[in-house]
């Protein structure tokens, strides 16, 4: 089966699930990435509408204006190190595990459902948990 999402529904769960399952990354060795001009450049954008953002906001900015993120893995001498693009999100979001996607789809999912979509936008597959 083949799921397809627009482009900017596969943003907003990708958002979703950085607000509530980027914490699970660091139990797993890896630390965030981005590059600092980049971040206060998306910053300075989202103020520019007139919006006060959150972190997640402005790493999805981030991605928005051509950049990107990267999980530093600092336990397994960088296997798991990857780094993503926008064009990761639109890709992979629907590829996330069907009960998973459709938890985030009908609102009703949690920490869990944060992490397994983060983990198949960056690694393409749930690695950890």
Known sequence: MEIILTKQESEDYFHSALC??????????????????????????????????????????????????????????????RTISLNDVHERVAKTPIDHLVDMIKENDDANTADVIIQTVFFEDVIFG
């Open 20 to 81: 509530n399952g980027l914490g699970y990354m660091r139990g797993y060795g890896l630390e965030l990435e981005y590059k600092k001009e980049e971040y206060k450049a998306a910053v300075e954008q989202i103020k520019s509408t007139g919006k006060s953002p959150c972190f997640e906001d402005v790493l999805l900015e981030i991605l928005k204006m051509g950049g990107s993120l990267t999980f530093v893995d600092i336990e397994c001498e960088g296997e798991y190190t």
